[in-house]
């Protein structure tokens, strides 16, 4: 009786043993690849804890610093435009930092983090929903936790994108250049002066059909009687079907050819870098408009300007540029038909507060030794 009982329990107890295993595995793996070290209170750390904000930001983040940490070493950058030179953070790291904020502009590498010889840095947080512009896989080795600003945006910059399309097919540059200009607005009304395009009723291409890709589309569809094409890594025919239903297109250049408006929102990666170039620009309509509001290595901008040039593109909108700023002699701002804004898509003072609260938010709990409100993905 003992021994079939016995038996009877071994399945159960190897089902148990493999989840055990599997546990300790895991636990493993999380601290080999630095994160072990989320839990860790440095108690033996010399001194206050010493933060370095890149860019002067609001004076509620900074409120909710002082409060959560008020022992803390806090040190902001104070100006909101630029961020301090490389050299700069390099020196900060050296002298031993235990948190940095940081924004789209600024550039953290292994060759950066090398310059954190007390291996003190223990979180960045990002003020951006986008974190390229940071080497993810580096800090994981070292063991700093990242924090990024997601699902703050969405309707903000989904806004801001339809506003783009619009100011970009109805010519709004060239109509305010002639309102300033002398001489340039001469007649009350013309037939066919500074004649745009229509909106309402056109066919648009969606690269990226996510949260922002989501929200663009419903504005468009159900507020100008757009038909939507999408084009991913699947079908999303849940949420396609709110949409018109959406159609999907699993080849880029169909969708390209088909659309009379194309908006990229992807994210940046080695995938989609340069993903609208000088042969696909070619698939599209000679009527047809780009816009871009996600990243400017989305698109070959030299590559857009021979279009435009040639004839092959009618116009052009962007919100986001290579490089940031960019310089008033640039190409780009030379050549008719496009519309160039200076990477405002998340700009509203509510969107900004909130990017802040949720960044200072993730740098007050990587700072306490807590699990991030909002970690980059740990597939990035």
Not at 42 to 59: D, E, F, K, S, Y
Request: proline share 6%.
């Amino acid at each position: 009786m003992f021994c079939a009982t016995r038996r009877a329990r071994e399945p159960v107890r190897q089902m148990v043993c493999r989840r055990v295993v599997t546990s300790i595995t895991i636990c493993a793996w999380w601290r080999r690849c630095g994160y072990g070290r989320l839990h860790e209170h440095r108690t033996a750390m010399a001194g206050p804890v010493r933060i370095l904000i890149t860019r002067q930001i609001q004076a509620q983040a900074i409120d909710y610093i002082r409060e959560e940490l008020p022992e803390a070493e806090l040190h902001v950058h104070p100006d909101e435009h630029a961020s301090p030179s490389r050299r700069e953070v390099e020196t900060w790291l050296e002298r031993g930092l235990d948190a940095l904020v940081c924004v789209i502009g600024d550039t953290v590498d292994e060759t950066l983090l090398a310059h954190d010889v007390q291996r003190r840095l223990r979180v960045i947080s990002t003020m951006s929903v986008g974190y390229n512009h940071i080497d993810v896989g580096a800090c994981r080795r070292r063991g700093i936790v990242v924090g990024h600003t997601p699902d703050v945006l969405t309707e903000t910059t989904a806004d801001l994108a339809v506003g783009l399309l619009i100011a970009t097919a109805r010519r709004f540059r060239e109509a305010l250049q002639a309102v300033d200009k002398p001489g340039g607005w001469t007649s009350s009304w013309s037939p066919t002066w500074l004649c745009g395009v229509d909106v309402h009723h056109k066919t648009v291409g969606i690269i990226g059909l996510g949260r922002i890709g989501v929200a663009v589309a419903r504005r468009l569809h159900h507020g100008f009687g757009c038909r939507i094409l999408y084009h991913g890594s699947r079908e999303k025919p849940e949420v396609a079907a709110e949409l018109g239903p959406a159609s999907f297109r699993p080849v880029l250049d169909d969708l390209l050819a088909e659309s009379d408006f194309v908006i990229p929102l992807c994210p940046l990666t080695e995938k989609t870098r340069n993903l609208i170039h000088a042969a696909n620009l070619r698939r599209m309509k000679k009527t047809a408009i780009l816009i871009n509001v996600s990243r400017g290595e989305v698109i070959d901008q030299d590559a857009v300007c021979d279009a435009l040039e040639r004839g092959w593109l009618t116009a052009f909108g962007t919100d986001v540029t290579v490089p940031e700023p960019l310089p008033t002699n640039h190409r780009l701002l030379s050549v008719p038909g496009v519309t160039v804004l200076p990477h405002i898509g998340s700009a509203t003072g509510e969107t900004r507060l909130a990017m802040a609260r949720i960044c200072i938010e993730n740098l007050v709990a990587g700072v306490k030794g807590k699990s991030l409100p909002h970690p980059v993905p740990l597939h990035s």
